[in-house]
């Protein structure tokens, strides 16, 4: 039974195009997060999302908002898709920020064409 | 938050031999996490030291953390194959998110 489950795994799409990646937890954790890794392998903290507070990351650009309809899912949406976005997307959940662990989704590899 | 840096960047060891990555951070932490990513995979959490600690085990795993000098050492002794991953440093404070630097790439050749 998979903890952080992302869908897709793959995503193609055209520059210009709206997409979104979709997270769910079964951990019953209340904070979750999208972080991005590059082709560099450095992981960026994108957004956090704790009992409705929403703390961005002032670096990322407005094109990408999370959505949260429960507790359970964080959905990233990202509009007008640039070549730069390409990248791994991870959504993670943890129990709170304080002193406990993360558990990561496997990932959404997002290549824009 | 603040971002560990993982030294070295790459390491590349025979199976058998220890393996030893650095991470070192600049202010105070409450606590500080290792995760691995296999190629292609999500971060797993390792271990977690808080900061009144000073070493950790887990397995073949061996954390030590030195708040003086604002440092943390992961060993993992008797490599295997299936070892071969990248590694990550989370120095943790604050009700923050967990923020990443860019790991050590280690390769165990067999």
């Known amino acids: 039974d998979t903890a952080v489950s992302q869908t897709p795994k793959y995503l193609v799409t055209q520059m210009g195009n709206d997409k979104s990646i979709k997270c769910e937890q079964n951990?019953?954790?209340?904070?979750m997060y999208w972080y991005k890794q590059d082709s560099k392998k450095f992981l960026k903290i994108m957004f956090s999302?704790?009992?409705?507070?929403?703390?961005i990351n002032e670096t990322v650009p407005n094109r990408f908002s999370p959505k949260s309809p429960d507790k359970a899912h964080l959905n990233l949406h990202i509009n007008s898709l640039e070549l730069g976005d390409s990248a791994v997307y991870f959504c993670?959940?943890?129990?709170?920020?304080?002193?406990?662990?993360?558990?990561f989704g496997q990932g959404t590899r997002l290549t824009v064409v | 938050s603040q971002q560990g840096e993982e030294d070295p960047q790459a390491l590349s060891i025979q199976e058998g031999e220890n393996a030893t990555m650095n991470c070192s951070y600049k202010?105070?932490?409450?606590?500080l996490q290792w995760y691995r990513q296999n190629s292609g995979r999500g971060l797993v959490h390792l271990i977690l030291?808080?900061?009144?600690?000073r070493e950790k085990h887990s397995g073949r795993l061996r954390v030590t953390l030195d708040t003086s000098k604002k440092s943390s050492s992961l060993l993992i002794t008797a490599s295997r194959a299936a070892d071969t991953a990248s590694y990550f440093c989370?120095?943790?404070?604050?009700?923050?998110?967990?923020?990443f630097g860019k790991g050590t790439r280690l390769s165990v050749i067999a």
């Open positions: 030291i808080r900061s009144n600690e």
């Open positions: 202010t105070s932490i409450n606590n």
């Open positions: 999302y704790n009992n409705k507070e929403l703390i």
């Open positions: 989370a120095p943790h404070s604050g009700n923050t998110p967990l923020v």
């Open positions: 993670a959940s943890s129990r709170g920020h304080m002193n406990t662990e993360a558990f």
């Open positions: 951990l019953g954790h209340d904070t």
